[in-house]
């Protein structure tokens, strides 16, 4: 059964640091291209960001440039995603999944609460 778990999301101030991390079961994350997507409160799902199967590539929305970083352990049939200088507009539930710039077969998701 194809399972991804997300989990370290919660709360943190404007300025703070998150690690979400994303939990592979029932296939082999280094078979895909694997993303995060986010969906804020009222709104529709925005991907976020995407990283190649061997991880050599990644891509990033323009709203997290240069404050997320996307990665991956193969080995362990993890990805994550660190996120740096948070912002109150970042609050969303973040999903990870399978695809490079559309998000696909998603976990149930971990909130990311951003508040001063």
């Known amino acids: 059964q194809v399972q991804l778990v997300e989990s370290g999301g919660g709360l943190a101030q404007p300025g703070g640091s998150l690690r979400l991390s994303c939990a592979a079961s029932?296939?082999?994350?280094?078979?895909?291209?694997m993303s995060w997507a986010r969906q804020a409160p009222g709104k529709g799902l925005e991907w976020v960001s995407g990283?190649?199967?061997?991880?050599?590539?990644?891509y990033y929305a323009d709203s997290v440039k240069g404050r997320f970083t996307i990665s991956r352990d193969n080995a362990k049939n993890m990805v994550y995603l660190q996120m740096n200088s948070l912002k109150p507009e970042d609050t969303a539930v973040y999903y990870c999944?399978?695809?490079?710039?559309?998000?696909?077969?998603r976990g149930q998701g971990t909130q990311v609460t951003v508040f001063s």
């Open positions: 999944g399978k695809g490079l710039r559309s998000t696909y077969s």
């Open positions: 029932g296939f082999t994350v280094s078979g895909y291209h």
């Open positions: 990283i190649y199967t061997d991880g050599s590539e990644t």
